[in-house]
């Protein structure tokens, strides 16, 4: 079973940035495809990025050129950079193993806590 830590959530203004991590307990290299997951209050849980191992991205319409996910194997980590934040970004931002059917993306395996981004002014 793979674990999941994620981390750098926060509070910031609209058009401000914030860099989320993912650590796996796992080599992060034998992972084939990962990608960020949010959860609005009320709403459901929406895939906003994926990444796999040969590097080739994915993102919801919704965060397009805004959002950038990579994967740092020396460090172990995934990452999410976000910018240009807008309240409606605001959500508990969760990493995940992902697999692709057909042309879908699919959670698998257990969901780490989550971190928490709000944006407000």
């Known amino acids: 079973q793979v674990h999941l830590v994620e981390s750098g959530g926060g509070s910031v203004q609209p058009g401000g940035s914030l860099r989320l991590s993912c650590v796996p307990s796992?080599?992060?290299?034998?992972?084939?495809?990962l990608g960020w997951y949010r959860q609005a209050p009320g709403k459901q849980r929406e895939l906003v990025a994926a990444h796999t191992r040969s590097g080739i991205t994915d993102y919801a319409d919704s965060v397009k050129d805004r959002f950038a996910i990579s994967r740092d194997n020396a460090n172990n980590t995934l990452y999410l950079q976000m910018s240009s934040l807008k309240p409606e970004d605001t959500a508990d931002y969760f990493c995940?193993?992902?697999?692709?059917?057909?042309?879908?993306?699919?959670?698998?395996?257990?969901w780490g806590q989550g971190t928490q981004v709000t944006v407000s002014s």
């Open positions: 995940s193993r992902l697999r692709r059917v057909n042309s879908d993306w699919e959670h698998i395996g257990s």
């Open positions: 796992t080599n992060i290299d034998s992972i084939v495809y």
